[in-house]
Every structure is written in C-alpha cells, then in structure tokens.
C-alpha cells in the first residue's frame, strides 16, 4: 500500500522555512524605515486584495511569504518603526521574539502546574524577579501571602482586581447570586477605559464607576475620592474598590497612591494600582518616588509588552493575598482534578485569572530580562525619558507651542496656540506623510498633541527630526 501524503510541514522543511522567516524579519527590522510609519491603506483595501475563496490545495511557503510581502505590508502600521510616537510603545526585541518563537515551538497550553511544571514555576520565579527589579513591596512575593502571575493585558488586570474587590466587599456572595446594583468603584476621570469596561463584566455596571475628579496634574483628587465614599455609604451602598494610575494613557499623570492608599485603608476598600505603561520607569531607582505608597496596594500590575521590549502580549499582575484572587476564580471540575493540585503544594495559574488555557508567556520574558540584563533594560528607559525631556525643552522654548501637561517621564503634551483646527491639521498632514505617527487626547477640552518615546530603536536622530517635521507643518498653518 502506497504512503499517504500527510500534509504535514517535515522537520527538515520546517527547518529551512524557519530560516527564510527569521531572515525575513531581521531585513525587516533594517528597513523599517523605509515604510511610512502609519498605513496608508484605504478601509477595505487589504481584504480586497486576498482572494475571495480559500485554496483547495496547500500552496509553496515560498508563496505565503511573497504574499506577506506584497499583500500584508501596505496594511501593517509599523508599531517598531524608531519614527512612531502615538499612542505608547509595544516594543518588541530579538530575545523577546525569539523566546515567543520558542514557546510557540514547545506548543505548552499551563493551565495546570501538572500541565507543564516548568510553564508554571518560570513564571513564578521570574514574576518574582521582577518585585526586586522594581522595588516592589515583598508582600507582593510569592513566598509571602500574595504572589504575581501573567495576564494578557492590563485590562483583564483590572478586570481580575475588581471582581476579587467585589467579592470581598460582599463576602464572597456575588459569583453565587449575582451583584444587587449596590457595590460601587472608584476611578479618576482620567483613568483608562478599560475600568469602565470591566464594570460592566463585573455586573457592577457603568454608572456604579465613580469617576473622581482630578487636579491641575490631571492626578485624581484624594480629598474628592473621601467625599464620594462618603456619600456612597450614606445612600446605603456598598464601596468597594479603587483604581489608582501610575501615567495615565491620556497625559501620563500620577496620582498620588499614598493619598489614595490612606484612604483606601480607612474604608476598608480593595487599592489597585494600574502602571501599565510607566511602571516600567521604576526599574531605575530614581524614578520610584512617583509611586510611593504601593504598601497601600492590594493589587499592581504593569505591562513589560509597552515599554520593557518583550512582545505583546505580556502584563504582569500582582497580588498581596492571592487567596482573595483563587477563591474568586477558582472552579475545578472533575477533568482537571490532579494529584498535585490535590496536594495544595502547587500553583495553578488557572485560578489567577478569567481564561482557562494560558501560553507559555514567561519564557519570552525571561529570554528578555537575561539578555538585556538589570543594566541594559535601566539604559534604555535612561535614554528615552531624557530624549522625551529634550523634547519638552524644545517645546517651551518655541513661542508658536505649549506644554498641556507635566512631563514626569517619557510622554509629552503639546499643543500649537493656533487652536485645535491647527492641531488637527498638523498631526493629520505628519500621519498622512508617513514620516511619523502622533496621536492626540483633549485636556482640559483642548485638542492636544501626544508624542510618546519608548520604541525599541527611537535614537536622538528620531526624535530630532519628529520635532523639525512637526515645526514644518506648523508653518503653513494660517496665523
């Protein structure tokens, strides 16, 4: 009887495709430059080109990575290009690429330690690392009461910390009865929307989301969040957690966690800190101070996947007693009853957060942390919030531009004095040239320009050029 043909990729095919692939993105990498930074794709465009039936038969490797070439480039904005400054960085490295290659190779599904042993305890381990790297409470270790995991990002952080909040706060009843409109949270205006999002999974809903006032900082208001609980307890309702932010997405600023943290433990409500972004910064010493008080916090989590160049998507999450988090998540069905489970001697990371299956997110870490060392990761962020501050001084120092917001760290807030139609026109013609990319958020009702430094490659050339283009458009703007 004659073979049958597998289908299957052999290990010597995989082997050289392997190799056309990593070249593929090496040269990428070299000419990134070359792209315009933003798509320049029209909606549609992409789909358009890709044919409309699926193919009957395989086709030649060669063939996929021609038609990533020719059909998938024109649509890809180019998030590692040194020229893009929107939103904030998700900046990838070759160790984080090649640890996430590695960990898709291994094709590991932990969801149980006994799943795959070492999944589990390299995160634990590394997650622990990283409570020393940032100079972290020890409560947050796992040796202690709490312990860290990874998420996929810090929206399901958020989302993990409010549902253990409101269980606490009700006494474990909620994920039996459901929420009865009572329990109320806590955030500022400025706060990211992920918060709102998680309040209407939680089932407290959106208009039990307090959003706090801010300052003249754009940083949530202490005194303002003590008068909104307050009141809450005297309508007869039920506060019961509090989102404080280390650099807010809009404008970077940094509400004040000792304040709030007092607070917090005076009504006995759940303190979490999202540092998404900027809790990156506090691998170097010196910037630690903006989040003095996380020995208030509950919970904490910031996102390696923006600013510690390990690929998306990577948030680690930490608790100080994760028996709060696993007896608000855990579920254990009969088909994933196991001795060492059983034993209570090991973690299962099943029990940390909403998804059952999970990756092997750690060994990309990892692969990152060894490679760049304490040493390197602390030079990079040195080198762009001192990029970023040049930036700032540029800026002040123009009479056609103004700061909209403190600068603590690598996000600038700028705006043209010729008003929001001048804004829009000038970070719509920088985006359409493909020279850079801006985005922009309103503070205090005013459109605002954000450029943000924290790409992998973004050198003193980048930056300085961004600025000479934006000064460019900014000229043929009527007075």
């Keep these: 009887m004659p073979d049958e043909q597998s289908f299957h990729m052999t290990p010597d095919e995989f082997r050289r495709h392997g ?3 990593v070249d593929w993105i090496a040269d990428y990498q070299s000419r990134i430059e070359s792209f ?3 798509s320049q794709a029209k909606p549609g465009e992409i789909r358009a ?8 038969q ?9 038609d990533v070439e020719k059909l998938i480039l024109p649509g890809v904005t180019h998030w590692q290009s040194p ?5 904030f960085p998700c900046n990838a490295s070759g160790p984080g690429i090649l640890g996430d290659l590695l960990s898709s190779g291994l094709g590991v599904q932990g969801m149980l330690w006994s799943t795959s042993p070492a999944c589990t305890e390299l995160e634990t381990h590394v997650l622990d690392w990283l409570v020393s790297m940032l100079g972290l409470p020890d409560k947050f270790l796992s040796s202690s009461s709490g312990g860290g995991v990874i998420q996929d990002t810090a929206s399901s952080a958020a989302l993990c910390a409010l549902l253990a909040a409101r269980e606490r706060a009700t006494n474990y009843i909620s994920n039996q009865t459901g929420s009865d409109g009572r329990v109320v949270a806590y955030a500022s205006t400025q706060t990211h929307s992920s918060l709102q999002k998680a309040a209407m999974i939680a089932g407290i809903g959106i208009s039990n989301l307090r959003l706090i006032e801010v300052d003249e900082k754009f940083a949530m208001r202490p005194d303002a969040l003590a008068r909104q609980i307050e009141a809450d307890r005297r309508a007869g309702l039920v506060p019961c957690f509090v989102c404080a932010t280390v650099g807010t997405t809009s404008s970077n600023a940094m509400d004040p966690i000792d304040e709030i943290g007092r607070v917090c433990r005076e009504n006995n409500l759940w303190l979490h800190v999202d540092a998404a972004m900027s809790g990156t910064a506090a691998l170097c010493p010196e910037f630690r101070h903006l989040q003095n008080g996380l020995e208030f916090a509950d919970s904490y989590n910031f996102n390696p996947h923006k600013w510690m160049f390990t690929n998306f998507d990577c948030n680690c999450f930490w608790v100080a007693d994760r028996k709060a988090l696993i007896q608000t998540l855990s579920i254990l069905p009969e088909y994933l009853r196991n001795q060492a489970t059983e034993s209570g001697a090991v973690i299962d990371y099943r ?3 909403i998804q059952l299956g999970r990756r092997f997110r750690s060994l990309k870490l990892w692969f990152v942390i060894r490679h760049y060392g304490v040493e390197g990761l602390q030079y990079h962020i040195r080198r762009h919030v001192q990029l970023a501050q040049t930036f700032a001084h540029w800026v002040r120092e123009d009479d056609n531009f103004e700061l909209a917001a403190p600068v603590p760290l690598n996000l600038v807030c700028f705006r043209h004095k010729g008003g929001d139609a001048a804004n829009q026109t000038i970070m719509e013609r920088l985006n359409r040239s493909g020279d850079l990319f801006l985005t922009h958020t309103k503070l205090d009702g005013k459109m605002t320009l954000r450029l943000c430094v924290g790409q992998t490659h973004t050198e003193t050339r980048h930056v300085e050029n961004a600025w000479k283009r934006i000064r460019e458009e900014a000229e043929k703007v009527p007075a």
């Design 19 to 21: 190799h056309a692939v």
């Design 36 to 38: 315009p930074v933003l």
């Design 49 to 56: 080109s890709l044919p409309v039936n699926p193919p009957a």
């Design 58 to 66: 395989g086709e030649p490797f060669d063939a996929l990575l021609k």
């Design 83 to 87: 020229n893009f400054f929107a939103y």
């Design 351 to 353: 029990d940390w957060h």
